[in-house]
T-cell receptor
């Protein structure tokens, strides 16, 4: 089935550690997004990409980095984890009039 | 900028009750409007959408009508089930644009 795959599903990091959240799609879509979801805050856009080699900042990019070397993959990098980055992260594909297809999410806790 | 307003809840209903979750928006032009549903422990799934004024989106017994005059897109269902317990997000996508603005989500609890 076509879709969006996120790994890992859960992760606990210590303050100052780094990690990469993976997102892979088999929908052959140019548009990909990273959101974070915090209780009572809805979803906030971190970064997005309109195609391989093209990325741009969203509302809350500080503390994160992205790259897009292929159409299929859009990894999100946390360089120096902070407690404020404790959240659930969702990768989305698509958009416009068709809406998003989301992955199942990565729940990250920074301690 | 664009914004979406919805109550956080929780909304608690008995099974077979009528559901309304209000959503109003602020946007320039004529955005597309969406409802997403998030079941416990899962990602968001597109529930329904409407792309122009007076359009009605529907899916799984849920409906919402795009009302330009009141800038609203309220979600309704005639008879809820326990399995409808989830968080519901209203969202908009500006015309010709790809980035989506989400509301804060409304938690629905349906009790038997």
């Amino acid at each position: 089935n076509a879709g969006v795959t996120q790994t890992p599903k859960f992760r606990i990091l210590k303050i100052g550690q780094s990690m990469t959240l993976q997102c892979a799609q088999d929908m052959n879509h140019n548009y990909m997004y990273w959101y974070r979801q915090d209780p009572g805050m809805g979803l906030k856009l971190i970064y997005y990409s309109v195609g391989a080699g093209i990325t741009d900042k969203g509302e809350v990019p500080n503390g994160y980095n992205v790259s897009r070397s292929t159409t299929e993959d859009f990894p999100l990098r946390l360089e120096l984890a902070a407690p404020s980055q404790t959240s659930v992260y969702f990768c989305g594909v698509g958009g416009g009039d068709y809406g998003y297809t989301f992955g199942s999410g990565t729940r990250l806790t920074v301690v | 900028g664009d914004s979406v307003t919805q109550m956080e809840g929780p909304v608690t209903l008995s099974e077979e009750a009528f559901l309304t979750i209000n959503c109003t928006y602020t946007a320039t032009g004529y955005p597309s409007l969406f409802w997403y549903v998030q079941y416990p422990g899962e990602g968001l799934q597109l529930l329904l959408k409407a792309t122009k004024a007076d359009d009605k989106g529907s899916n799984k017994g849920f409906e919402a009508t795009y009302r330009k005059e009141t800038t609203s897109f309220h979600l309704e269902k005639g008879s809820v089930q326990v399995s409808d317990s989830a968080v519901y997000f209203c969202a908009l996508s500006p015309l010709g644009y790809q980035k989506v603005t989400f509301g804060i989500g409304t938690k629905l609890q349906v009790i038997p």
